[in-house]
Structure formats: structure tokens, C-alpha cells
């Protein structure tokens, strides 16, 4: 089952897949369409387009609950993967995954990104804001609505495991880190109240809600 997000300056959708209840996104504006963090099930995800060409697919950070069918989504679509620079090279399989999290199949990734660049999917500008914390290559992506078509509609945050609802990212992985992720909240509570939060996992927010929820405490 597919559930939509409202209110925002895209058509989104999400599914929630695989063992830790990932959320899957899938967002267009009409003339491009990409999927964010393929945790499992490549056909379901492709079922889910509804016939629409897949032109990318983003991965918020290397953990095995977000990119696990990464591979194979990418075999069927022929999609151009999209990751931090930073943890690309174990997305790849060119450096190797840590014990504590689970292995999953290398998937190549045909755009590596960094802080600051602005990744265009269709007429879509989504600006790239690394979060390390969660990994050392987490990111996030934002779009500011005013750069796109529906002036009315509200800006989005997609926010991997960096930021949810009433919570944030665990740091006590490898490659997390309290202090980097106190950093990246800091980064993200500049961004307008209306802004709607696309989380990993759970319930979808606000910048403005999270921002006595979770910016009052670590931000």
C-alpha cells in the first residue's frame, strides 16, 4: 500500500518496506520521477511508479535499510543512482561494510554528490545538505518551493535518518557521531516551519513541529 504526501510542491508517495519499516518515497513533478532509499522489494517499488520512467533513484546514507534493493531497482530501470560522495564508495562495494550493520548486494552509483551541489531530477532543484551523524555520509536533500511550479505548496525536506518525528538518527553506529549530528540539525533548523519532513522511518513532520520537539534539545 502506497500512502501519499500531501501539501507539498511535488506528487509524492511513500511505501513502508523491509524488516525496520523504511519509508520508500517515490516523488515527481511530472516530467521526472525518482525513488528515495529502496530498502527491499525492487518490484513492488517498480509496481508502485504506475508505468511512469524512473529517472533516478536517491540514497540517503549507505545503511543496508535503505539501499538493500538499490541494485536490482537500478537493473530493472535503468535509473542513475545518486549518493553522498562520502558514503558511495561502500554503497559500491569498494570499501566494505561494517560489522555492525547487515551486507547487501553493491550497487554502482553513477552520481556522487557534496555539501552544497544541487542535484536537477526534471525541473526539480533539490539542494543537497550533508547531515553526517548518522553516518558519516548522511544527507539530506531540500526543495525550496518557490523554485518550483506550485508557488502555494509547502517546501520538503527528505531527511533520511538524520530527522523524525519527535526524534533523531541513532549515533552510536559506526561512523555516527553526537557531536557531527548536533552540527547537522543545526544545518536543517534554518529551513522554514512549513517545510514537510520526509523521514526514514515513521510519521511525517515539520521543521516547525521539530523544532521544539527535537532543535530545543540537540540544535
Not at 52 to 79: M, N, P
Request: hydrophobic share 40%; net charge neutral.
Amino acid at each position: 500500500m502506497a500512502y501519499k504526501v500531501k501539501g507539498t510542491c511535488v506528487d509524492a508517495s511513500f511505501l513502508v518496506l523491509g524488516p525496520y519499516q523504511t519509508n520508500v518515497y517515490v516523488v515527481s513533478d511530472g516530467s521526472a520521477t525518482f525513488v528515495v532509499d529502496p530498502a527491499s522489494d525492487a518490484k513492488k517499488i517498480a509496481a508502485a511508479l504506475g508505468g511512469r520512467k524512473l529517472d533516478a533513484i536517491v540514497l540517503t546514507h549507505r545503511h543496508s535499510d535503505h539501499v538493500a534493493a538499490a541494485a536490482e531497482l537500478r537493473s530493472l530501470t535503468g535509473a542513475t543512482v545518486i549518493a553522498s560522495a562520502i558514503d558511495a564508495d561502500m554503497i559500491c562495494g569498494d570499501k566494505p561494510v561494517p560489522r555492525d550493520d547487515q551486507k547487501f548486494p553493491a550497487c554502482p552509483v553513477d552520481q556522487r554528490v557534496n555539501h552544497g551541489d544541487v542535484v536537477k531530477i526534471g525541473n526539480m532543484p533539490w539542494k543537497v545538505i550533508s547531515t553526517p551523524g548518522h553516518t558519516e555520509g548522511s544527507m539530506c536533500l531540500f526543495l525550496d518551493s518557490s523554485l518550483t511550479e506550485r508557488l502555494d505548496a509547502k517546501p520538503v525536506l527528505i531527511a533520511g535518518d538524520t530527522l523524525f518525528f519527535g526524534s533523531i538518527g541513532r549515533t552510536d553506529f559506526s561512523g555516527g557521531s553526537m557531536s557531527a549530528m548536533r552540527k547537522s540539525l543545526k544545518r536543517l533548523a534554518v529551513l522554514p516551519d512549513d517545510t514537510v519532513v520526509l523521514p526514514g522511518h515513521g510519521n511525517l513532520t515539520t521543521i516547525g513541529g521539530e523544532r521544539r520537539r527535537v532543535f530545543a534539545f540537540y540544535a
